[in-house]
């Protein structure tokens, strides 16, 4: 069989129980520390923050950049991104490669680390206050759980940070694709169960570490799941039909490693606070979010769960973007919602329930919201679908993962211990 080893990819986007269980690698969590932010000392290299010093001082630092290098100063653009263009400067250390990535928070930035002599992704947030309150606060997580993932296993990697013409510039290590994007180059195709049993401990290894150091990511999905690597292998797809008239379709990509990172700690929470706020992407958000009845820690294990049936099965578990019929596609996949968790819903959400059951199909707002829901299968079938070996055991885990009630969800550690990830089957990819 013929093996097409390519690595084209770019890198694309750069929530208790006190029982007694296995500890893992990293050490228990210190007492609370607050993040500092100018100054901070990273590795060997200190990072420039927001300047704490006199404006003069500001001015000369900005000066001195100019002078070795900088590009002339540009407005920022209508919406607050950097304008940049390829061969500039983001101070003399950097050098702009290429834009990877964009998102609601800033760019991303392949650029040419002069000092290290390697390409690393810098995040460029705009200059807007939240995205640059967001940013501190993911520069504060990043740098926490650095002291701690000591062999950078679980999340990725910050080098360096600094504040460049008001722009909050994080530097990352270079990661390759997305979880979203492969299997969008991949035409959707599911992975093969032992590659998504591979990817759901790495994940729930991270959310463990998380949960532990009292930190809740919140913000959960494929495109916050990156590989290491952007190398692939393209292999027969024998389950492509005379459907699939190009020739490429009889192929799919595997990634040659299976390692991988979570990205993206913006929206970070603490544990030891209440949250009531909304989180998560839509289609990864949990019940309890939507239904404004209070989140922590479980809101993650409820990503998680939908994460690991969209990996077997190519697409996303609950593509909507309305409240109502989100609730309505959980209660088709997994079964009604308990009375006691909509008696719950706050004056945002009670609207969506009527006579102590969800208002469906009642209060619908389309017949094609109510097809929508209506053509989804439950969820052992969703997987039956898609899992050849193996099945009866990742049926029960996501059932762990998507309990309605938080309080009765799988937590990581216990998730880490379910027979799906047990040795007696487990295949490393």
Same mark, same amino acid.
């Given at each position: 069989?013929?093996?097409?080893?390519? !690595?084209?990819?770019?890198? &694309?986007?750069?929530?208790?129980?006190? $029982?007694?269980?296995?500890?893992?690698?990293? @050490?228990? #969590?210190?007492?609370?520390?607050?993040?500092?932010?100018?100054?901070?000392?990273?590795?060997?290299?200190?990072?420039?923050?927001?300047?704490?010093?006199?404006?003069?001082?500001?001015?000369?630092?900005?000066?001195?950049?100019?002078?070795?290098?900088?590009?002339?100063?540009?407005?920022?653009?209508?919406?607050?991104?950097?304008?940049?263009?390829?061969?500039?400067?983001?101070?003399?250390?950097?050098?702009?490669?290429?834009?990877?990535?964009?998102?609601?928070?800033?760019?991303?930035?392949?650029?040419?680390?002069?000092?290290?002599?390697?390409?690393?992704?810098?995040?460029?947030?705009?200059?807007?206050?939240?995205?640059?309150?967001?940013?501190?606060?993911?520069?504060?997580?990043?740098?926490?759980?650095?002291?701690?993932?000591?062999?950078? !296993?679980?999340?990725?990697? &910050?080098?360096?940070?600094?504040?460049? $013409?008001?722009?909050?510039?994080?530097?990352? @290590?270079? #990661?390759?694709?997305?979880?979203?994007?492969?299997?969008?180059?991949?035409?959707?195709?599911?992975?093969?169960?032992?590659?998504?049993?591979?990817?759901?401990?790495?994940?729930?290894?991270?959310?463990?570490?998380?949960?532990?150091?009292?930190?809740?990511?919140?913000?959960?999905?494929?495109?916050?799941?990156?590989?290491?690597?952007?190398?692939?292998?393209?292999?027969?797809?024998?389950?492509?039909?005379?459907?699939?008239?190009?020739?490429?379709?009889?192929?799919?990509?595997?990634?040659?490693?299976?390692?991988?990172?979570?990205?993206?700690?913006?929206?970070?929470?603490?544990?030891?606070?209440?949250?009531?706020?909304?989180?998560?992407?839509?289609?990864?958000?949990?019940?309890?979010?939507?239904?404004?009845?209070?989140?922590?820690?479980?809101?993650?294990?409820?990503?998680?769960?939908?994460?690991?049936?969209?990996?077997?099965?190519?697409?996303?578990?609950?593509?909507?973007?309305?409240?109502?019929?989100?609730?309505?596609?959980?209660?088709?996949?997994?079964?009604?919602?308990?009375?006691?968790?909509?008696?719950?819903?706050?004056?945002?959400?009670?609207?969506?329930?009527?006579?102590?059951?969800?208002?469906?199909?009642?209060?619908?707002?389309?017949?094609?919201?109510?097809?929508?829901?209506?053509?989804?299968?439950?969820?052992?079938?969703?997987?039956?679908?898609?899992?050849?070996?193996?099945?009866?055991?990742?049926?029960?885990?996501?059932?762990?993962?998507?309990?309605?009630?938080?309080?009765?969800?799988?937590?990581?550690?216990?998730?880490?211990?379910?027979?799906?990830?047990?040795?007696?089957?487990?295949?490393?990819?």
């Amino acid at each position: 069989m013929e093996m097409d080893y390519v !690595s084209e990819f770019p890198h &694309i986007h750069t929530d208790r129980r006190p $029982r007694k269980r296995p500890r893992l690698a990293w @050490e228990p #969590l210190p007492k609370a520390q607050s993040g500092v932010f100018c100054g901070q000392e990273l590795g060997n290299v200190t990072s420039y923050g927001p300047p704490r010093v006199l404006p003069d001082h500001a001015s000369l630092f900005v000066r001195g950049l100019d002078q070795k290098g900088s590009p002339p100063w540009r407005d920022d653009d209508k919406d607050g991104h950097y304008m940049f263009a390829v061969g500039d400067n983001l101070t003399s250390r950097y050098k702009i490669n290429r834009k990877v990535g964009e998102g609601t928070f800033g760019q991303v930035l392949e650029c040419w680390d002069r000092e290290a002599k390697e390409m690393v992704a810098i995040k460029v947030v705009r200059s807007i206050k939240k995205y640059r309150e967001a940013a501190m606060i993911e520069i504060d997580v990043l740098q926490l759980l650095g002291r701690y993932d000591r062999t950078g !296993s679980r999340c990725v990697q &910050i080098r360096d940070w600094f504040d460049y $013409r008001n722009h909050i510039c994080i530097v990352f @290590e270079m #990661l390759g694709p997305s979880l979203f994007d492969f299997l969008r180059k991949n035409s959707y195709r599911p992975f093969p169960v032992d590659l998504v049993r591979e990817l759901g401990r790495q994940l729930l290894e991270c959310v463990a570490f998380m949960h532990d150091m009292r930190l809740i990511h919140t913000d959960l999905k494929p495109e916050n799941i990156l590989f290491v690597s952007a190398e692939y292998v393209k292999v027969p797809d024998y389950k492509a039909t005379s459907r699939s008239p190009k020739e490429g379709n009889y192929y799919k990509r595997l990634p040659k490693s299976s390692a991988i990172k979570v990205i993206d700690f913006g929206s970070t929470a603490y544990g030891h606070r209440s949250h009531n706020y909304i989180v998560s992407t839509r289609h990864y958000r949990a019940p309890e979010v939507i239904l404004g009845i209070g989140w922590s820690y479980p809101c993650d294990i409820w990503s998680v769960g939908c994460i690991l049936v969209e990996l077997c099965s190519g697409e996303a578990l609950f593509q909507t973007h309305e409240n109502l019929e989100h609730l309505a596609m959980m209660e088709r996949v997994l079964g009604p919602l308990p009375q006691h968790i909509l008696k719950r819903a706050d004056r945002h959400a009670e609207k969506y329930v009527k006579r102590g059951r969800l208002d469906w199909p009642e209060g619908a707002t389309s017949r094609d919201s109510i097809r929508a829901v209506l053509k989804l299968p439950r969820l052992q079938n969703l997987i039956m679908q898609h899992v050849d070996h193996s099945a009866g055991d990742l049926i029960d885990l996501v059932q762990g993962l998507l309990r309605y009630e938080p309080s009765e969800r799988l937590t990581a550690h216990e998730a880490l211990r379910h027979p799906f990830f047990s040795r007696d089957h487990y295949r490393r990819f």
